[in-house]
């Protein structure tokens, strides 16, 4: 970011805020909850309710397809479109989480490489700034389990 663009974020900045530097403002605003903490346990239950529904779509499946009626077996092709669909509803998923836990890992290492030049002209400011990013990582491992 070159001086005018500095100096204009600058101003933009909340007043009141000394410590707080254009750098770690746009940081700061620029995450999101996704960035800094992918809810797996969302992500596992809705995958387990998709496989579930799979499940019961692929038994309705099978009893229609080898059901001696021909209005059952008529509905067979239904099913297996509906177990089919639950079933790459579960892949893209996975994909998306993974896609999030990678995202969240690049994340976590911007933020550990960009902390020192925050709070650099404010020595106590910097200070904190360390022990919140610290824990925030922390605070992440421990999420993430």
Not at 45 to 54: I, M
Not at 103 to 112: C, D, E, G, P, V
Request: charged share 25%; with cysteine.
């Amino acid at each position: 970011m070159g001086l005018s663009g500095e100096l204009w974020l600058s101003s933009l900045l909340p007043s009141g805020s000394p410590s707080c530097s254009p750098g770690f403002y746009v940081t700061f605003w620029q995450l999101s909850m996704y960035d800094i903490a992918p809810p797996s346990s969302k992500y596992d239950e809705e995958g387990a309710r998709l496989r579930t529904l799979s499940r019961q779509e692929d038994a309705k499946y099978n009893a229609a397809d080898r059901s001696a009626d021909r209005a059952k077996r008529s509905s067979a092709a239904a099913h297996r479109n509906r177990r089919d669909r639950y079933t790459a509803f579960v892949n893209i998923l996975a994909q998306e989480f993974k896609e999030q836990t990678v995202s969240r890992q690049f994340t976590i290492k911007r933020l550990a490489r960009e902390k020192q030049h925050w709070f650099a002209h404010c020595k106590s400011a910097f200070l904190i700034a360390l022990k919140k990013v610290s824990s925030l990582s922390s605070f992440q491992f421990i999420a993430a389990q």
